[in-house]
């Protein structure tokens, strides 16, 4: 992939040389993960499968509808797996696929950044 630039001719005209015409792999990839508490919750599952009411509440900060909306999302894009547990009363359990288990490298690196950070 070309790197995008821009350029100014003669008479101070820009324009821009390879622009991105859809969306590049960096923001594919955000689009999956980096949604509000997604990889709070792939990093929650990743020593195994996890009830959803202590998902919710390791989630201090989150409310179950969002978590409950995140994980939705998250299992059509093929993150996270559901589980019924029991119809009566109702218990699921998640877990983290293999798709979601190779964004584990990622979450990784961006937890140290934002630790030597202090973000």
Known sequence: MTQARVTQDQQ???????PCLEPCPIERGM?????????SILWHLKEGPVRFN???RILG?????MVNQRLKEMEEQGLVRRQVLSDRPIAVAYE???FGRSSLAVLEQLKSWAEAHGI
Do not use: M, N, Y
Request: no cysteine; hydrophobic share 35%.
């Open 96 to 98: 983290i696929t293999e």
């Open 31 to 39: 689009r999956i993960i980096g949604g509000k508490w997604k990889g």
């Open 61 to 65: 900060g989150a409310s179950k509808k």
């Open 54 to 56: 202590d998902l919710a």
């Open 12 to 18: 101070g005209r820009k324009q821009a040389l390879a």
